[in-house]
């Protein structure tokens, strides 16, 4: 398990003024790593603005993988699963039982999550499958809690063909990046934090949900100035 963080920001809050400053961040921590050029993958909508400004950073081709929480039927910002972007579902079956889900419940939820992926991929990637096989990428998000949407979307970019998988988070709790680096084959964390209470937002000076709109310009601008960095990069 390897995991590089940025030691003087262990445990701090508010250490980026907002995503765009953190993607700045983990573009330094990825030169500091050695790493070899790979294709970045923005988990949308929240990790557009972190990738950009790291893809714009290092120069390395920008892509989206589409990945959502399903949500609790009476609250949307806790999940009981998700969805990625090639239409794979992953439960948290213990709080599916834990919170009592009827199976109606949670098939709806599963039917509205693979709808919702499915129009956010045609929209932010295009309609075209995405095609990993034999490439290193690395996945983007603005911060990790509980880790569970990451661990779906890290098993879709094996299912199509990942051969090197990174990820590269601006803040994370302790348990959730532990949770995680086992699947992949390195993890940059700028700012990683334990407690009992995390907030991904308590890493940032500004922060706010970001609009599907603004994530779609976001990628056209960064794509019509880097026109060259569009296609990933292969094994070779």
Request: overall charge neutral; hydrophobic content about 45%; proline content about 4%.
């Amino acid at each position: 398990m390897q995991v590089l963080e940025n030691r003087a920001l262990r445990d701090r809050v508010e250490v980026f003024v907002d995503r765009a400053g953190a993607g700045r961040e983990l573009a330094r921590l990825v030169r500091e790593s050695g790493e070899a050029p790979a294709t970045i993958l923005a988990i949308p909508a929240g990790g557009v603005p972190v990738a950009v400004a790291m893809a714009s950073e290092l120069g390395w081709p920008l892509d989206v993988a589409v990945v959502s929480k399903i949500v609790l039927p009476w609250n949307t910002e806790a999940g009981f699963g998700a969805v990625a972007f090639d239409g794979h579902v992953l439960l948290n079956d213990a709080l599916v039982r834990h919170c009592e889900l009827s199976e109606q419940q949670v098939a709806t939820g599963i039917q509205n999550t693979r709808f919702k992926v499915a129009r956010r991929h045609r929209r932010l990637h295009g309609p075209e499958t995405l095609e990993l096989s034999g490439t290193s990428v690395v996945l983007v998000d603005d911060g990790l809690a509980s880790g569970f949407t990451m661990l779906a979307a890290i098993a879709a970019c094996r299912r199509a063909g990942a051969r090197r998988l990174l990820l590269a988070l601006p803040t994370g709790h302790t348990q959730a990046v532990e949770r995680v680096a086992s699947q992949v084959d390195l993890v940059i964390c700028a700012n990683i934090r334990g407690g009992s209470r995390f907030a991904v937002a308590d890493a940032y000076e500004r922060w706010g949900d970001v609009p599907e709109a603004q994530a779609e310009l976001a990628l056209e601008r960064h794509r019509a100035t880097h026109p060259d960095r569009g296609e990933s990069l292969s094994s070779t």
